[in-house]
């Protein structure tokens, strides 16, 4: 499975961003498909996951109440619209699709190339 990122970019503090997640010609009904990102000097983490096609969806707690995942089933697509964001939120974010049915979408099986975020204090 091939999973390209868009819709990173610079914000300011307090901006919205949404990420998009495509995996062109190729069906995400049957993975779990999470939002993970990394910044310099830390360990990736976990941030959003879509557990299922039907809705099933987590957060990390850093995240929690500022973000959305959510699918477009029909255009096999996940996004993750992020709002009130901070500084610490800058990071390269990136898509993975992983076990279907996972809490946190781990084992990842495929993972996309990223897309950076940043976020001006």
């Known amino acids: 499975v091939q999973l390209v990122e868009s819709g990173g970019g610079l914000v300011r503090t307090g901006g919205s961003l949404r990420l998009s997640c495509t995996a062109p010609g190729q069906s995400l009904l049957y993975y779990s498909i999470g939002w993970f990102r990394q910044a310099p000097g830390k360990e990736r983490e976990g941030v959003a996951c879509?557990?299922?096609?039907?809705?099933?969806?987590h957060y990390a707690d850093s995240i929690k109440g500022r973000a959305t995942i959510s699918r477009d089933n029909a255009k096999n697509s996940v996004f993750l619209q992020m709002s009130s964001l901070k500084p610490e939120d800058s990071a390269f974010y990136y898509c993975a699709a992983g076990a279907y049915g996972s809490r946190d979408c781990r084992p990842s099986y495929y993972w996309g190339q990223g897309t950076q975020v940043n976020v001006s204090s």
């Open positions: 879509s557990s299922t096609n039907d809705g099933n969806t």
